[in-house]
């Protein structure tokens, strides 16, 4: 037990090596294995509909909360808790773990990401398990996710990611990919880009996708 102990107080109060950047959280909707220094926080605001505020409670922990933009009042049924862990802080390598859990309806994820390389230029290999509790068939699907980002300046970075899950390659689904740019300043973020499926659509090429960040406490 006492090394039980000893190992989560290494993985929870060793520093993170390398500067953070306001958006440094995810990719356009993928997480990444970076956190934030402790005690900063950040908030997101995706599609003006989606709202997530997350805190740095040690250099490798976040933890937060999702929900949707409170319209009516039925907003407080979308509202999920998160964690997200940084188990690995290599100088070419960092991993994280990361699980939601939305108490209406009994949604629980649990996922895993690889982060390869500096954030400047990044790879990016993840997948998770999503899992309904109260689901009688005990479903769970799998979701498997590939991300890059390459950076053109100082503020302004290429993003990319390819989805795919475990029903939709059942189905002969070829997956979802997203694109986008992402321009930064010193506490703030932008991203904007669009989310297409790899089939057929029609005249349709992209589904429009807009995210906000604004970070709190510390110096990117």
Excluded at 57 to 73: D, E, K, L, N, Y
Excluded at 138 to 154: A, C, F, I, K, Q
Aim: net charge negative.
């Amino acid at each position: 037990m006492k090394a039980l102990s000893l190992l989560f107080l290494a993985l929870t109060l060793a520093a993170p090596a390398r500067a953070w950047q306001p958006g440094d959280h995810e990719l356009l909707t993928m997480p990444t294995a970076w956190t934030m220094d402790q005690g900063s926080s950040y908030f997101t605001d995706y599609e003006l509909f989606f709202l997530n505020y997350s805190y740095g409670v040690t250099p490798r922990t976040h933890v937060g909360v999702f929900t949707m933009f409170p319209i009516v009042s039925e907003f407080i049924n979308t509202v999920s808790l998160g964690v997200k862990q940084n188990w690995l802080d290599g100088e070419k390598v960092d991993g994280a773990l990361w699980g939601t859990y939305t108490p209406d309806g009994g949604m629980f994820t649990l996922g895993n990401v690889f982060s390869i390389g500096e954030p400047s230029k990044s790879l990016h290999v993840g997948a998770c398990a999503v899992m309904g509790l109260n689901d009688s068939n005990n479903h769970t699907e799998w979701v498997g996710m590939v991300g890059y980002r390459g950076d053109l300046s100082e503020k302004g970075s290429l993003l990319f990611e390819y989805y795919n899950s475990s029903s939709m390659l059942d189905d002969g689904f070829n997956g979802m990919v997203n694109l986008g740019y992402r321009f930064r300043l010193q506490t703030v973020s932008v991203d904007f880009g669009g989310i297409r499926p790899l089939a057929d659509t029609g005249d349709l090429l992209f589904v429009p996708y807009l995210k906000a960040t604004l970070y709190f406490g510390g110096n990117p």
